[in-house]
């Protein structure tokens, strides 16, 4: 008999085809919704595996229900949605896609810190518009990226793929990060900041860390106040790492200039968010993996990292201590 996977969305074709082969398949097949909480609950009892997505809550509540599953497997490199702990108490595998999409978010970071430096969102809406009359010379002008200094917060795989990008542009690399990374300061030019010091004085802060009850809020109103007036904020993390109560009140008193956001604390970002008025703030609807190329080897990865849990070897990338 083969093995029993619940998948809670329809996932890319290629990777649906190698899982059909293996396992039995359970599958929540809305393409652009979430599998109800109820689908879930109903189901979770009898797979031995689970393919999920990072908009699926998979809590202790839902893993107590299981009883025969052995590994849990998200096609995202986050694995904030999933409680690594409870799976680990039942000895559950919890495996995710790193690697893949690194290069692809560190384009969209880059892109981030490119739009909101030279407003490029705001200058077509104002030729869209009809409001452009003529060159004049300080029409539509932003922050200068080349030579800037660049802050990262989290220097993991994408952060050093963005110090990579950031020397082609002459910037200066601070970074912070739980512990100092010498050998890849000496590779790629930057150096070890404290948080204050980093906020203080880059020009861009791109945030990139893991979203843990460690770095939950680290960025509020106290740490946006030691940014400078011409900075720019961008996040392409997760959402509640930033206070977007405070990183509003900061961006509408100009206390910094700009913010790029690829993530929010509720997805999707109801449309009548403050944050939505603001015109200095580039908004994106969690895009950072979105290549056609990345998000099918993500959806590979994941079913692999399903079939060789479920065959009894170990995956490539779990993530259980
Ligand atoms: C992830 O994988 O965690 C990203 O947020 C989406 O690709």
């Given at each position: 008999m083969k093995p029993i996977v619940l998948i809670t969305r329809k996932v890319p074709e290629i990777a649906r085809a190698l899982l059909q082969e293996a396992f039995e398949l359970i599958e929540?097949?809305?393409?652009?919704e979430p599998a109800p909480r109820s689908f879930l609950e109903k189901w979770i009892g009898e797979v031995d595996g689970l393919y999920c997505?990072?908009?699926?809550?998979?809590?202790e509540s839902l893993i107590a229900r299981?009883?025969?599953?052995?590994v849990i497997s998200t096609m995202a490199v986050g694995f904030n949605h999933i409680d690594v702990a409870a799976a680990s108490k039942r000895g559950i595998l919890v495996t995710h896609t790193p690697e893949v999409l690194t290069e692809t978010t560190a384009d969209l970071a880059f892109a981030l810190i490119l739009a909101t430096a030279r407003r490029l969102v705001e200058a077509s809406v104002f030729l869209r518009e009809g409001q452009w009359k003529t060159w004049s010379p300080m029409l539509m002008t932003g922050q200068e990226v080349y030579g800037a200094t660049l802050g990262i917060i989290g220097m993991g795989r994408i952060g050093e793929a963005v110090a990579r990008r950031a020397s082609g542009f002459d910037m200066k690399i601070l970074y912070h990060n739980r512990n100092q990374k010498p050998e890849a300061e000496m590779r790629l030019g930057m150096a070890y900041a404290g948080l204050e010091e980093l906020l203080q004085a880059s020009d861009f802060v791109v945030v990139l860390a893991p979203y843990t009850q460690e770095t939950a809020d680290m960025i509020r109103k106290e740490q946006l106040q030691?940014?400078?007036?011409?900075a720019i904020l961008i996040n392409?993390?997760?959402?509640?790492?930033?206070n977007e109560t405070d990183l509003y009140d900061a961006l509408q008193k100009g206390t910094i200039w700009a913010a790029g956001l690829d993530v929010f604390d509720t997805e999707p970002v109801p449309l009548d968010h403050p944050l939505l008025t603001l015109t200095n703030v580039v908004t994106l609807?969690?895009?950072?993996?979105?290549?056609i190329q990345t998000r099918m080897q993500m959806a590979l990865i994941a079913a692999q990292n399903l079939m060789k849990g479920l065959a009894g070897e170990r995956p490539n990338f779990v993530v259980n201590p």
């Amino acid at each position: 008999m083969k093995p029993i996977v619940l998948i809670t969305r329809k996932v890319p074709e290629i990777a649906r085809a190698l899982l059909q082969e293996a396992f039995e398949l359970i599958e929540w097949m809305e393409e652009e919704e979430p599998a109800p909480r109820s689908f879930l609950e109903k189901w979770i009892g009898e797979v031995d595996g689970l393919y999920c997505l990072l908009t699926d809550k998979i809590d202790e509540s839902l893993i107590a229900r299981s009883n025969r599953l052995k590994v849990i497997s998200t096609m995202a490199v986050g694995f904030n949605h999933i409680d690594v702990a409870a799976a680990s108490k039942r000895g559950i595998l919890v495996t995710h896609t790193p690697e893949v999409l690194t290069e692809t978010t560190a384009d969209l970071a880059f892109a981030l810190i490119l739009a909101t430096a030279r407003r490029l969102v705001e200058a077509s809406v104002f030729l869209r518009e009809g409001q452009w009359k003529t060159w004049s010379p300080m029409l539509m002008t932003g922050q200068e990226v080349y030579g800037a200094t660049l802050g990262i917060i989290g220097m993991g795989r994408i952060g050093e793929a963005v110090a990579r990008r950031a020397s082609g542009f002459d910037m200066k690399i601070l970074y912070h990060n739980r512990n100092q990374k010498p050998e890849a300061e000496m590779r790629l030019g930057m150096a070890y900041a404290g948080l204050e010091e980093l906020l203080q004085a880059s020009d861009f802060v791109v945030v990139l860390a893991p979203y843990t009850q460690e770095t939950a809020d680290m960025i509020r109103k106290e740490q946006l106040q030691l940014m400078k007036p011409s900075a720019i904020l961008i996040n392409v993390a997760r959402g509640g790492i930033v206070n977007e109560t405070d990183l509003y009140d900061a961006l509408q008193k100009g206390t910094i200039w700009a913010a790029g956001l690829d993530v929010f604390d509720t997805e999707p970002v109801p449309l009548d968010h403050p944050l939505l008025t603001l015109t200095n703030v580039v908004t994106l609807p969690h895009i950072g993996s979105a290549s056609i190329q990345t998000r099918m080897q993500m959806a590979l990865i994941a079913a692999q990292n399903l079939m060789k849990g479920l065959a009894g070897e170990r995956p490539n990338f779990v993530v259980n201590p």
